[in-house]
């Protein structure tokens, strides 16, 4: 079952409000978005504090003026009344100066092997999180009105005190779950499920159509096929006059000689 997390890059220093319905404009200005399925990881925790901790009502998921929201609204006003959820939201500048004091927690966890999916996430919070940074936690199958699941990793994270059990133990469960894991990427960060990332300079070079010498010196190719082919077929046709002296063969020569010698032209064209 999808239960997914989401870090969103967005102008918003908060949850949006269904009750003022800000979720329309939320999604039209959030930039950029890293998704993970039933779990945080781990360098998106290391982006906060415990009192960059906030509270949303599960009803303000909706904007509740939206006609096609009320059917749901309903069933949220059932399930959950009025309960909150804990979520996370800070700044790009505290961001990344949290994520740097963290630097030699990460690779007390996991190791110098991994320090470079550090440094990757590092620069997607540089360059895609301008602004605010906002954990959004609502889709994990919470307790309601419960913050443990953030506040203990967090605990852990700015303590970081290397002879405590409790730091010990958070550091081996980090380490175990992420031998369950193929892709250590999405473990240390999670992933770009909309592609909402610009496309890397290879693929954009991959992708740039020929250049005008290029084309021109296919063109020059294609000419030069087609004046050998040329050739041939006269050739032939004027070897058969000659020693037939017949022109019914001479034609059906030039005629055969013709379509078999263009076909061949049209394909090295096409491969060139």
């Known amino acids: 079952m999808s239960h997914p997390v989401f870090l969103t890059s967005t102008t918003f220093n908060h949850m949006p409000i269904g009750q003022e319905n800000q979720w329309a404009d939320f999604f039209q200005t959030a930039s ?29 998921e909706l904007d509740h003026d939206d006609e096609r929201n009320q059917g749901d609204l309903e069933e949220y006003q059932q399930d959950f009344s009025e309960s909150s959820y804990a979520y996370l939201v800070i700044d790009q500048q505290q961001a990344l100066i949290n994520l740097e004091q963290r630097r030699a927690l990460f690779r007390d966890f996991f ?53 405590d059990p409790d730091y010990i133990a958070f550091r081996e469960a980090q380490r175990h779950d992420l031998t369950r894991f193929d892709d250590y990427a999405y473990f240390f960060y999670g992933a770009d499920v909309l592609n909402t990332m610009p496309e890397s300079d290879h693929e954009e070079q991959s992708s740039t159509p ?58 090295i064209g096409e491969a060139k």
């Not at 190791?111 to 620069?123: C, L, P, T, Y």
């Not at 301008?130 to 203990?152: E, K, M, V, W, Y």
Request: with cysteine; net charge negative; glycine share 4%.
């Open 32 to 60: 950029f978005e890293l998704e993970a399925n039933a779990f945080i990881p781990i360098l998106w925790l290391m982006l906060f504090r415990q009192d960059h901790l906030h509270w949303a009502k599960y009803i303000d």
């Open 111 to 163: 190791g110098d092997e991994n320090v470079h999916h550090f440094e990757d996430f590092k620069s997607f919070i540089l360059q895609y999180y301008p602004q605010h940074i906002l954990l959004r936690t609502s889709g994990l199958p919470l307790d309601l009105n419960d913050a443990n699941f953030l506040t203990q990793p967090l605990t852990q994270i700015e303590n970081m005190q290397t002879d």
């Open 210 to 267: 020929p250049t005008h010498s290029q084309s021109t010196k296919a063109a020059d190719s294609s000419g030069m096929a087609i004046w050998i082919c040329t050739g041939i077929v006269a050739l032939l046709t004027l070897g058969v006059w000659f020693v037939t002296a017949s022109i019914l063969y001479s034609v059906l020569i030039f005629i055969i000689s013709a379509f078999v010698l263009g076909f061949i032209s049209s394909k």
